[in-house]
């Protein structure tokens, strides 16, 4: 299976002056016959008005993940060629600011595709290279 990956724009409004920022950084692995391939990953300021995403097209299981954030939270939305969602979670200020991660495999028609890994910080770390 050959898989293309692809970056949309982001859009990023700066936090308040008055507020320290807040960071989402993320990992995308493709699940394929019982191994995970690292395709890439992003740091973002979490802000009102944050829209950012990226996605898969080729072969095999289409995505989209899309961020749309606020002063206090970002929402994280991943779904399908067709629209679906496929999964979503929203990650407030106190996730964002703990240094905590989330991890969690997305599935489309029962078959495992793709695991994010999520974590929140104080600073941006930016992402490795999938090379």
């Given at each position: 299976m050959r898989l293309t990956p692809l970056t949309l724009s982001c859009s990023w409004l700066l936090s308040s002056a008055c507020s320290?920022?807040?960071?989402?950084?993320?990992?995308?692995y493709l699940l394929e016959n019982a191994e995970e391939h690292y395709i890439g990953g992003s740091c973002q300021e979490v802000s009102d008005g944050l829209t950012s995403g990226t996605g898969v097209g080729g072969e095999g299981p289409n995505y989209a993940l899309t961020m749309v954030g606020s002063d206090d939270s970002v929402t994280v939305v991943v779904t399908g060629q067709s629209g679906d969602t496929l999964e979503e979670r929203t990650y407030d200020r106190h996730f964002l600011s703990s240094g905590d991660s989330d991890s969690f495999v997305v599935r489309h028609d029962g078959?495992?595709?793709?695991?994010?890994k999520l974590w929140g910080g104080l600073t941006c770390e930016p992402p490795r290279d999938p090379g």
């Amino acid at each position: 299976m050959r898989l293309t990956p692809l970056t949309l724009s982001c859009s990023w409004l700066l936090s308040s002056a008055c507020s320290n920022p807040v960071y989402l950084m993320h990992e995308e692995y493709l699940l394929e016959n019982a191994e995970e391939h690292y395709i890439g990953g992003s740091c973002q300021e979490v802000s009102d008005g944050l829209t950012s995403g990226t996605g898969v097209g080729g072969e095999g299981p289409n995505y989209a993940l899309t961020m749309v954030g606020s002063d206090d939270s970002v929402t994280v939305v991943v779904t399908g060629q067709s629209g679906d969602t496929l999964e979503e979670r929203t990650y407030d200020r106190h996730f964002l600011s703990s240094g905590d991660s989330d991890s969690f495999v997305v599935r489309h028609d029962g078959v495992e595709f793709l695991r994010l890994k999520l974590w929140g910080g104080l600073t941006c770390e930016p992402p490795r290279d999938p090379g």
